[in-house]
């Protein structure tokens, strides 16, 4: 059947506004675009040592079968999440089949009708989507600005505060003080949860995330982790107490109502997070590019441009979305992978450029790449 006209309309809007979105072409380009941010998903030795685990363990089943509540809860979840909740210094940990699932499970379920949820307002979609989906009031503050947060807190005396914020941001990169953070939550007993979604195998010796880091995770009420980062597999997991683990599993309609995680797909969770513990020379070795790449643009004069941060997600500010697209493709021709990101991802005049760093990526690359960019926009 022919798709509805006032659906034909805003696509003829996408296109006529630049921003209409397609499938990309695999491609051999010099990798600045992925999320793959110490080379897990392409690990040799973790796909060998999935394989291996299984064949060992007699695991010979392609798929979860059902629900996790229904027949899908298969005996490498346990191991699994036991093993998680160690490695985060956690309570519990609950596995869910994404980042997306996890955050619309989270927020669409914990807060409740009188609740109030203060979302920093560069969230991810994924967040502020549950937060929909939520039965409780909902107000963002500006990004990062906590004296806004906090004029926000005290309109709700004797009210369930839930806080929201990130400590990467996907698309600046940057993060917010967390300690600072935390307590301004302590103070007014508010609950904050934050997504880790862009910190896993970046910050920490062990690449445990940017709370544990700073050894504030035992001071919060919930932690998101996303394994399709810096893991480089796919599903996430909700770290807390336990009575928030048993809340999830009877209420989060994300986790309640789909088909289980197949046990290859945990084997490799499992495998990666322990590969994790091995890794210090990978994850040293990411933070002296980010650090590279961070001089590099000072030096060539680029860092007007970009957006401030220390973390593995650079952004480059380049308004309207003819003029990003154009200046990601000359890249693109030289053979780098750098994306644009478009309005309306981002709000319009705020189009960028994002660069990913890797492990893996050379100071060859990185020198490269950023003299290209200069010699395009100067």
Do not use: W
């Amino acid at each position: 059947m022919k798709l509805p006209e006032n659906l034909i309309q805003k696509l003829e809007n996408r296109k006529q506004n630049n921003s209409l979105r397609k499938l990309p072409v695999f491609n051999n380009l010099i990798d600045f675009s992925s999320n793959d941010y110490i080379g897990f998903s392409k690990s040799e030795s973790i796909f060998k040592h999935t394989h291996a685990y299984l064949l060992e363990n007699e695991i010979f089943q392609n798929g979860a079968t059902g629900s996790r509540l229904i027949s899908g809860n298969h005996s490498l979840y346990q191991i699994t999440e036991t093993f998680i909740a160690a490695f985060h210094d956690a309570e519990t940990a609950l596995i869910f089949n994404s980042g997306y699932d996890a955050n619309i499970g989270f927020f669409s379920a914990v807060p409740q009708r009188n609740d109030v949820i203060l979302y920093d307002e560069l969230s991810h979609a994924s967040i502020r989507d549950g937060i929909v989906m939520s039965n409780a009031k909902s107000y963002k503050f500006d990004h990062n600005d906590f004296e806004d947060l906090e004029r926000l807190i005290q309109k709700f005396p004797k009210t369930n505060i839930y806080i929201v914020t990130e400590t990467v941001f996907s698309m600046d990169g940057d993060s917010p003080n967390l300690e600072e953070l935390v307590q301004l939550s302590e103070k007014y007993n508010c609950y904050l949860v934050v997504d880790e979604a862009h910190t896993l195998g970046v910050f920490g010796d062990q690449g445990e995330g940017l709370m544990q880091y700073l050894q504030l995770h035992n001071r919060i009420f919930a932690r998101i982790m996303t394994f399709g980062k810096g893991l480089g597999c796919h599903g996430s997991v909700i770290l807390g107490s336990t009575a928030l683990k048993e809340y999830l599993v009877n209420f989060a309609r994300s986790f309640i109502y789909t088909t289980g995680l197949s046990p290859h797909a945990v084997a490799t969770i499992l495998v990666a997070y322990q590969q994790l513990e091995t890794e210090k020379q990978t994850i040293k070795k990411l933070r002296e590019n980010i650090v590279l790449f961070n001089q590099q643009k000072n030096m060539l004069g680029l860092k007007p441009m970009f957006v401030r941060s220390k973390s593995a997600i650079q952004s480059a500010i380049v308004p309207g979305n003819e003029n990003v697209k154009q200046l990601a493709q000359q890249l693109q021709d030289k053979g780098f992978d750098v994306k644009p990101i478009l309005s309306p991802t981002v709000p319009e005049g705020q189009e960028r450029l994002r660069f990913c760093i890797h492990s893996f990526n050379t100071e060859q690359e990185i020198k490269q790449v950023l003299e290209l960019l200069g010699n395009f926009v100067f």
